[in-house]
């Protein structure tokens, strides 16, 4: 049964990147959640993948739904031209504030930051915290060797199979938003090995 996505968090990057073809991502992802009614929820940010990809959504008549942190917004980092942008104290509360506000996740191309941010929400979704899906947007391969890790993971049993399944991996929006929106909770306990020592 397909799911009602009102709104969908974006975790990605405050630099645009070397190769243009992850502007190119982010400017399709924002047109993308704007034709369809979505609401854009993400960082607050102007700059980098992040101000493209919430200026893509406004230029297409989106809305925009922004969080930052007061500490980033005085870095004259927030954009200022957003639906809404929500100003927190603390990255604790800007993180929390955008999983209450989203339906669904998706990762585009980034660094510590942007990886932080979606794992947080991947592995509350494995323990059952929320029941959102979570996407990987991988943008010209960048996140193979990230995929590669999951593999050997499930193979040394740090991760269950179910669990590597369970992210929802495209290489472009359309097909991510799409998959957004059939996904189906998996309920598996977390723990391969509860019973040994």
């Known amino acids: 049964m397909p799911r009602n996505l009102s709104s969908v968090g974006v975790y990605c990057a405050s630099s645009r990147g070397v190769d243009p073809c992850f502007a190119d991502a982010a400017e399709s992802l924002g047109r993308l959640l704007a034709r369809r009614d979505i609401r854009l929820v993400y960082g607050g940010g102007r700059v980098g993948l992040m101000g493209v990809l919430a200026n893509a959504a406004l230029a297409d008549g989106g809305v925009v739904h922004g969080v930052i942190t007061q500490a ?3 870095k004259e980092v927030a954009h200022l031209g ?3 942008l929500q100003v927190v104290t603390t990255m604790h ?3 929390a504030a955008m999983v209450d506000e989203s339906d669904a996740f998706v990762m585009l191309p ?3 930051g942007t990886l932080d941010e979606f794992f947080e929400v991947l592995t509350w979704s494995q323990l059952g915290i929320h029941v959102k899906p979570c996407g990987i947007l991988n943008v010209s391969g960048f996140f193979n060797p990230l995929l590669e890790l999951f593999e050997l993971a499930t193979r040394q049993r740090f ?10 991996i495209e290489a472009d929006p359309e097909s991510m938003i799409d998959r957004l929106g059939s996904w189906a909770p998996m309920i598996v306990d977390k723990w391969l090995d509860r019973d040994q020592p």
């Open 72 to 74: 980033l917004k005085d």
């Open 110 to 112: 980034g660094g510590f």
């Open 82 to 84: 957003l639906t809404t």
């Open 93 to 95: 509360e800007r993180k």
């Open 159 to 168: 991760l269950r199979a179910e669990h590597r399944d369970m992210v929802v």
